[in-house]
């Protein structure tokens, strides 16, 4: 078989790409179900754990959450506010700038993010072997 390439990347990369694409797809997925099962979709999921995410504090600000998201901060208000009165999250006021609200898993939410997170540690392992032999094999011919 001609190894032709399109726009410089042969069929192996292409392989590699799909192969990614897939294994990504397969992650998603899997945190779908899994977030579904626990009662909470996978958006609330996401932005549960992204309170989590900045070292040093255990809450992330409205305007972080929209980032890890990436969504409209109008839309992440409705979500907190779904998430609220699920209660999974509370509000507070930062002391420093009162302008800031952030965002703090209740004991509920922590117990959530905590178990699925967990269930996602082994499906993350599959998903960076894939990434690691993509990487491996990107610099050899086809």
């Given at each position: ?26 992650f998603l997925r899997f945190g779908e179900e899994a977030a579904r099962a626990a009662g909470l979709t996978a958006l ?99």
């Amino acid at each position: 078989m001609e190894n032709k390439t399109i726009e410089g990347l042969d069929k192996a990369g292409l392989e590699r790409q799909s192969q990614f694409r897939y294994q990504l797809r397969r992650f998603l997925r899997f945190g779908e179900e899994a977030a579904r099962a626990a009662g909470l979709t996978a958006l609330q999921y996401h932005m549960l754990l992204h309170t989590q995410a900045f070292p040093g504090r255990d809450w992330a600000s409205i305007g972080e959450l929209a980032e890890r998201l990436q969504a409209q901060q109008h839309g992440v208000v409705a979500l907190v506010t779904r998430c609220e009165e699920a209660g999974l999250v509370r509000r507070r006021e930062n002391q420093d700038d009162r302008r800031l609200v952030e965002v703090h898993l209740t004991p509920k939410g922590r117990r959530r993010v905590e178990r699925l997170a967990a269930l996602h540690q082994a499906e993350l392992g599959k998903l960076a072997a894939v990434i690691e032999a993509a990487r491996a094999s990107a610099g050899k011919p086809g």
